[in-house]
């Protein structure tokens, strides 16, 4: 009898396991593409859990490939920091919305060169990375930096290998700010470099910046932050030097006008105003319009409801800015409207 009731137990213990493991599996949602966003998802993901009960399988392998994985849809979102063309959304049967706004910065390894004291434009951006300055010392950065001590040292510029939106956001800034980097080289999420050394992903830069000597790459700003990376100030549309901070993020993001595009898709780079800095991004959320299964769609934008009604202190103290409530309220709106599975 005693070898009976164990064998029953433990047959109700396996039972209620299997019963239990499906519904703990459909708890997870997978995601895939910008690295720019990484840190706030994860941080996301990291103080919701207890109160939604999903987990995030992130994966921040570039804006292309994250593009790429929900078109295929093996994975339940993708995100990119370049918006996605209205024909390309209808294509692929995607809704696309942002979720907060960031800034790219310049990290840079010059020796006796202290954080936000080196002062660079977007011309001299351009002419860096198209191999026009060679040196760190050379005349038009040093008139820029009277006073300055700059070493004769090679420049080192290190970019994105990879399918980048971080480098969308770079490139397309310096197409419009340099005529001759627009002709010859233009902006995507892939760019033929003129020169310089390719690093996969914000980390990837950031850990081959702080390594070479004389290095300059272009990351997302919690990447310099937790990398601990030496950042510059840069001149902005208003002609004046700006430093990467909440505050001049804050500034550009404030003079969008989100009424006047389509599917959310908004240029923030060289926005007007003294105290704005001049590289920043949206980044978006790919979702699909037809999901196989409509449930676990709610369950990303349930986890995403839950950033845009908790997460803003958290996005703040890694310097991305909150999107404005009204765009918030307008991101619901268009769940309800065209994606399956929508919060009620």
């Known amino acids: 009898m005693r070898l009976l009731m164990s064998a029953l137990a433990a047959s109700l213990v396996g039972a209620v396991a299997m019963a239990q493991a499906p519904a703990t599996q459909a708890q997870e949602i997978t995601g895939a593409g910008s690295s720019f966003a990484a840190p706030i998802y994860g941080k996301w993901a ?15 392998i570039g804006s292309g490939g994250g593009i790429n994985q929900i078109n295929n849809r093996t994975v339940d979102f993708g995100a990119s920091d370049m918006p996605v063309a209205a024909d390309k959304l209808a294509q692929n049967h995607l809704l696309q919305f942002p979720t907060v706004i960031g800034g790219v910065v310049l990290a840079i390894n010059v020796p006796g060169v202290e954080t936000n004291k080196l002062k660079l434009d977007g011309e001299l951006l351009a002419d860096i990375y198209l191999g026009k300055i060679t040196k760190w010392n050379d005349k038009r950065i040093a008139e820029m930096n009277n006073g300055l001590k700059l070493p004769n040292l090679a420049i080192a510029p290190v970019y994105r290998a990879d399918g980048s939106g971080t480098t969308f956001v770079f490139t397309d800034y310096l197409s419009l700010v340099n005529a001759d980097w627009k ?94 800095w001049p590289i920043e991004s949206a980044t978006f959320v790919l979702l699909p319009t037809d999901p196989k299964d409509p449930a676990q769609n ?42 399956p599975g929508a919060p009620k």
């Open 298 to 339: 709610g369950k990303v934008m349930n986890f995403f409801d839950w950033g845009f009604s908790h997460g803003n202190d958290i996005a703040t103290n890694l310097l991305y800015v909150p999107l404005p409530e009204s765009v918030h309220n307008a991101i619901r709106a268009e769940w309800k409207a065209k994606a």
């Open 183 to 276: 002709a010859k080289v233009g902006s995507s999420t892939s760019v033929n470099w003129p020169l310089g050394t390719g690093a996969k992903g914000s980390d990837g830069v950031a850990a081959t910046v702080k390594r070479v000597p004389g290095g300059i790459g272009y990351v997302e700003s919690a990447y310099a932050i937790q990398n601990h990376l030496t950042t510059t100030q840069l001149r902005n549309k208003a002609g004046s030097f700006v430093v990467p901070s909440m505050e001049s993020f804050a500034a550009a993001a404030a003079s969008a006008d989100w009424s006047k595009v389509q599917n959310f898709a908004i240029d923030l780079n060289d926005q007007p105003g003294a105290k704005s």
């Open 46 to 60: 990291e103080a919701s859990q207890a109160t939604t009960g999903i987990k995030l399988n992130y994966q921040p």
